[in-house]
């Protein structure tokens, strides 16, 4: 390890040896619990009818529109007692093992600050809009909360085989990006959907995307893009057949996985279950909104 990486490695000034550091609720201005209210509002005029149950009844256990920002020792008992899960504030992003480590601990590391008023549409890194609405939610449904944990134990594991890049894609188009086929049609889970207003109603709706079956394999091997809407999304039967599907031995798997390309985000193959082939002509105009 490089000094350079060696120093990035070390929690920065104030933070624990785990990288938490105190929410400070008191702190928060009156315009930050106004950003809150104003994108909790806004969501739940986009989400219903296209958001997983397991979302929006997680989103209601947590009662998570009290006014403002959700102060995490009021918040935590109540995730806790579902599943046991706890919501840590960190600085911002982490190292990937001190992220593993948390999640394995049922410990879900959220950004502390929250966006500025002129970025309520895109911001790069996560703050805790994203982080508190958009992944929390989910945590209470017990199999996507066991899927996280094994998550965190596999990506310990992952990095010693080198291959942290294909286990970072299924995260990627699950946790973050993932839709669920369901009786009444195609809902989102994702925390980076859910979380955004515009691709709330671009996952499920826009002709571009494609819309493919979830396949482990094939989810590993996919490119994806950080800097905007997906060109495609994968779609699981349901948040226990994601986690029985993982569960599983990766070994072999990445195994398999070391002797195959990289898809491109665009691809549609002749093995795919495909929901939506999409026009991809949001992309092919240049993208961002
Ligand atoms: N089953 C995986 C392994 O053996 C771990 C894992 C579980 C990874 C769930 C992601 C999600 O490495
Ligand atoms: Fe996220």
Redesign the pocket.
């Known amino acids: 390890m490089s000094d350079f990486e060696h120093v990035f490695q070390e929690p920065p000034p104030g933070a624990a040896a785990d990288w938490t550091i105190p929410q400070d609720w008191e702190a928060y201005t009156a315009v930050e619990h106004q950003t809150w209210d104003t994108l909790y509002a806004r969501q739940m005029t986009i989400l219903p009818g296209r958001a997983a149950d397991a979302f929006m009844n997680g989103l209601k256990a947590l009662d998570l529109n009290t006014g403002g920002i959700p102060d995490f020792s009021v918040m935590n008992p109540k995730l806790q007692a579902l599943t046991g899960w706890t919501v840590v504030c960190v600085p911002g992003l982490v190292p990937d093992a001190v992220f593993f480590d948390h999640l394995a601990n049922k410990r879900f590391p959220s950004g502390q600050f929250i966006r500025k008023p002129d970025q309520l549409d895109y911001l790069q890194e996560p703050d805790i809009f994203h982080d508190v609405f958009g992944h929390v939610p989910m945590l209470t449904d017990p199999d996507f909360a066991a899927?996280m944990q094994?998550?965190g134990?596999?990506g310990q594991?992952?990095a010693s085989l080198g291959m942290l890049a294909h286990?970072a894609r299924?995260y990627w188009y699950t946790v973050e990006f993932g839709l669920m086929e369901t009786a009444k049609g195609l809902r989102i889970y994702g925390a980076g959907i859910v979380s955004s207003a515009t691709e709330s109603v671009f996952a499920v709706e826009d002709p571009s995307p494609n819309r493919i079956g979830f396949d482990l394999e094939r989810v590993m091997r996919t490119l994806y893009r950080i800097d905007d809407f997906q060109q495609v999304y994968f779609v699981i039967p349901s948040i226990e057949a994601l986690k029985d599907e993982?569960?599983?031995?990766?070994?072999p798997v990445y195994e398999r996985l070391k002797g195959t390309t990289d898809i491109a985000i665009d691809a549609v193959l002749p093995t795919d279950r495909v929901f939506t082939r999409g026009t991809q002509a949001y992309a092919a105009r240049g993208g961002r909104f």
Request: glycine fraction near 6%.
């Open positions: 899927y094994a998550y134990q596999g594991r992952a286990l299924l993982t569960l599983k031995d990766f070994a």
